[in-house]
């Protein structure tokens, strides 16, 4: 897909889900979330970037890590889900500079935060390696990244969901998402952008929805493919539907549905 299209697409995209994303999102990439933040080892006062940061999920425990004397600054390319962690910040009292920002091109000068945070959002990124690469900018001397992904494609059970809906709407899902995820290649691609002290470590996690409106509001709502989704007529939708719980059927227990899944984090320091 030509990367400028790309961009347009997560960025609607993201729109049409952040009202939905905590609601099918929150619990179930807490693992992800807290091998993030266990990568990240966060201190008091320190100036923390969060990218691709969405409702905030990981951007309000980097503010309790780092305390009233740091810094958080926190982005995304869709302008819903910035005001999404704008109004909870808010509300919290959570100091921090929200912004709608492009990964790739990050408005901030060199050498501007101690840590840059982020999780499962590199799969969405145009051109990882431009993302990475602004990552490693903007950190000081012997500051770190953390980025998490998700991980193989064979070892997500959930990953029917592109396939079902690229037979509807052809071209516009994430065609590479998997690829980070699978092998060293995030790894690699750290090292690539400069990093030092690259390490990389993978986790199998259960992604739990307690029904099956849950499982399909969180792949067709609160997801990456809400855009494509919403384009559905009825009976495109009710195909989809049926389709995705027939490729999740194994993993259900009573009515809740138990989906294996894999993240990948990689941390590396700016030498």
């Given at each position: 897909m030509d990367p400028r299209l790309q961009r347009r697409v997560q960025r609607y995209g993201w729109n049409k889900a952040a009202r939905h994303y905590e609601r099918f999102w929150a619990e179930q990439l807490r693992p992800a979330q807290d091998l993030l933040m266990q990568f990240a080892a966060?201190?008091?006062?320190?100036?923390?970037?969060?990218?691709?940061?969405?409702?905030?999920?990981?951007?309000?425990?980097?503010?309790?890590a780092i305390g009233p004397g740091g810094a958080l600054a926190a982005t995304d390319i869709?302008?819903?889900?910035?005001a999404a962690i704008s109004a909870d910040a808010a509300a919290r009292g959570v100091a921090g500079d929200f912004r709608r920002m492009d990964a790739e091109v990050l408005d901030f000068p060199d050498g501007s935060f101690d840590a840059v945070l982020c999780a499962l959002g590199l799969m969405y990124v145009a051109e990882p390696a431009n993302a990475l690469r602004e990552m490693h900018r903007v950190l000081a001397p012997a500051g770190r990244a953390v980025a998490v992904v998700?991980?193989?494609?064979?070892?997500?059970?959930?990953?029917?969901i592109f396939p079902i809906v690229e037979r509807r709407i052809v071209g516009e899902v994430c065609p590479l998402f998997f690829m980070l995820g699978t092998g060293d290649a995030l790894a690699q691609e750290f090292a690539r952008a400069g990093f030092?002290?690259?390490?990389?470590?993978?986790?199998?996690?259960?992604?739990?929805?307690?029904?099956?409106?849950?499982a399909i509001g969180a792949a067709f709502l609160g997801g990456p493919v809400a855009l494509a989704y919403s384009r559905f007529d009825e009976a495109d939708r009710a195909g989809a539907h049926q389709e995705y719980l027939d490729s999740i059927a194994a993993y259900r227990d009573g009515n809740a549905y138990h989906v294996p899944g894999e993240f990948v984090a990689v941390a590396g320091s700016r030498s």
């Open positions: 966060l201190g008091r006062n320190e100036r923390v970037l969060d990218l691709a940061c969405g409702t905030g999920l990981v951007s309000f425990r980097a503010a309790d869709s302008e819903d889900m910035v998700w991980g193989a494609r064979k070892n997500c059970g959930w990953a029917e030092s002290s690259v390490r990389a470590s993978r986790l199998e996690a259960s992604v739990t929805f307690p029904s099956a409106d849950d």
